[in-house]
């Protein structure tokens, strides 16, 4: 599993960020749309232009 940034523009100016863990770019953003971190902010922000900003650095072990 690896971890994404996932941004959404808001409405009013700015942008929401939050971490998602997924397999791949497509399956964040499948999760993202449906998981409990969007939910909250749904309102406030314009779903289509939610996207992966970038695949965080879990560490190499």
Do not use: H, P, Q, W
């Not at 942008?15 to 749309?33: G, S, V």
């Amino acid at each position: 599993m690896n971890t994404y940034l996932i941004g959404v523009k808001k409405y009013f100016g700015g942008e929401y960020t939050f971490e998602i863990e997924a397999e791949n770019k497509t399956d964040a953003l499948i999760k993202a749309r449906s998981g409990n971190a969007f939910i909250f902010c749904r309102d406030n922000v314009d779903d289509s232009t939610m996207r992966v900003i970038k695949k965080m650095n879990n560490g190499r072990k």
